[in-house]
């Protein structure tokens, strides 16, 4: 244990400082920094409703939001 967890007491004194930089890309300056985690999502959902339905014989589904129309098209009930 010569390396404990680092908290509050064993931690000096910081300060902190703000340094905006905001973007030209929208209206807002806004960045993002939370989406990162977020992106992989959709393809596995993707990916996980394309193996449950072909053993039916479904046309694989390449477009988003998933609807139930969609899921109805591709085994050809509707």
């Known amino acids: 244990m010569d390396y ?3 908290r509050a007491g064993l ?3 910081l300060q902190m400082q703000d340094h905006p930089v905001p973007t ?3 209206p807002l ?3 993002g920094v939370g989406e990162a985690g977020t992106a992989g999502a959709p393809g ?3 990916n996980a409703i394309n193996d449950a339905l072909r053993p039916l014989g479904a046309a694989p589904l390449t477009d988003m939001p998933f609807t139930p129309d969609k899921i109805l098209r591709a085994l ?3």
């Open 4 to 6: 404990p967890m680092p």
């Open 11 to 13: 931690v000096g004194g």
């Open 24 to 26: 030209a890309l929208n």
């Open 29 to 31: 300056g806004a960045k």
């Open 44 to 46: 596995a959902v993707m």
């Open 76 to 78: 050809g009930k509707i």
